[in-house]
């Protein structure tokens, strides 16, 4: 029984790892595209969130080629999208 814990327990490892190796790809395939983003957009962060950097929405705008962009960065710990975002891209 030991080793059948083992085994699955070492796919499931595996396929996280390729999970994660997949994901990090993506994410530099994106980076390494936001030259020719040139449509505009509008990028909201909270500074509490904890599954995103503010850092990369930051990263985002700055890296991107569009001339029509705005990016709002506000203190808060909780879903803001409908009380700072009208729905327009200045």
Known sequence: MFVHHYQVCQLMCDM??????CFLQT????RSRFKEFTCPFFVLQGTGD???DPAGAQMIYDDAASVKKQIKV???T????D???DGRIS
């Open 50 to 52: 904890r599954v995103c």
């Open 16 to 21: 996280r790892c390729r999970w994660l190796v």
């Open 74 to 76: 506000r203190t808060s």
């Open 83 to 85: 009380q700072f975002y």
């Open 78 to 81: 909780r879903d803001t999208r």
């Open 27 to 30: 994410l530099a395939e994106v």
